[in-house]
């Protein structure tokens, strides 16, 4: 089992930059193929970004390809969102997940994902 602690939400105006860090528990984080979501007021999740247990493959949503980039580091037990050229529809509570492996759901079903964390918020003002 894993923990995820979300990290780095905050208020900024469009155009701004912002980091989100997750870190996780356990010694088995590289086994994880990680991944973050958001979730609007009134709205679904929806997948933003996932990278694979090495890092070589990263995959995003259309709607952030070009400005935001996801990383980790598996010998700290971490995974990063770095978000740029934020816009006020980029407004959500950010979530970390962790896939264990053996779904038959697509990367981008929130149902693939085994751990998630708590959230964090971001606010993206016009």
């Known amino acids: 089992q894993v923990q995820l602690v979300e990290s780095g939400g905050g208020l900024v105006q469009a155009g701004g930059s912002l980091r989100l860090s997750c870190a996780a528990s356990?010694?088995?984080?590289?086994?994880?193929?990680m991944a973050w979501f958001r979730q609007a007021p009134g709205k679904e999740r929806e997948h933003v970004a996932a990278i694979s247990k090495s890092g070589v493959s990263t995959y995003y949503a259309d709607s952030v390809k070009g400005r935001f980039t996801i990383s980790r580091d598996n010998a700290k037990n971490t995974v990063s969102l770095h978000m740029t050229d934020l816009k006020p529809e980029d407004t959500a509570v950010y979530y970390c997940a962790a896939d264990r492996g053996g779904s038959n759901y697509p990367r981008w079903s929130s149902i693939r994902y085994d751990y998630w964390g708590q959230g964090t918020q971001v606010t993206v003002s016009s």
């Open positions: 356990g010694r088995t984080f590289s086994s994880y193929t």
